[in-house]
């Protein structure tokens, strides 16, 4: 775990999570995506690995693996074949999540949940967890990672100032960098593709951690440097 001293005296307030690799393992929705590909899990797992290396969009390794490939005709073609993946299920979330939850609201903390999803992910985060006080997607909002309006959009729904919030999540590129050049605590947890081949010899500015039973403690830890 790293930490750093952010801001001038200004304790963090709201934590707001990514979701996919950070709340949730995309391994089954992403296998499940080879399946539909017709190619084994191991040939489209190294492919998206590489793209991710070279800085790529994630839809370039579908190209490579399909040509053809028109993100939004496939996902209606799976929805009209009743293999829609774009709500997950609440045994993708990480094991760790749940007890974060609740150590950061016991720690007095607001907690959201924001990330580059489906409007119709918003609904399925609201019965997750009864800790979330904001949920918001970047389909719902018009606005995407790693666009600054959608960090400050974070901020007017939770009536806060960016320097009060704590943005986590695996992407150095998506979530990381964006959130702390928009003035928040940026919290680089280390899992994922993402966050592995990204964060190679890299964990960014502000905080970073290995897994979330390490968030509480370190934002605890964080907030009382504020204060010295």
Known sequence: MKLESHGMGTEVRAVVFDVGETLIDES???GRWAEWMGVSQ??????LGATIARGQSQ???????????????EIERRRQAGEDDREPN?????????DCLTALKAAGFVIGVAGNQFKESETWLSRVSPAFDMIGSSEGWGVH?????FF????????LGVAEIAYVGDRLDNDVTPAHEAGMCA??????????ILGDGDNGPGLSVGSLGELTPALVAHNASQRA
Do not use: M, Q
Request: net charge positive.
């Open 90 to 98: 609440e045994s993708d979330l990480y094991p760790d999540v749940v």
């Open 187 to 196: 919290v680089f947890l280390r899992r994922g593709p993402w966050g592995h």
């Open 145 to 149: 990672k790693p666009n600054a309006d």
């Open 28 to 30: 089954r929705v992403w």
């Open 152 to 159: 400050e959009r974070v901020a007017k729904e939770l009536n």
């Open 42 to 47: 191991l040939t489209f797992f190294s492919v």
């Open 59 to 73: 839809r370039h390794a579908f190209s490579l693996i399909k040509p053809e490939f028109r993100p939004w005709e």
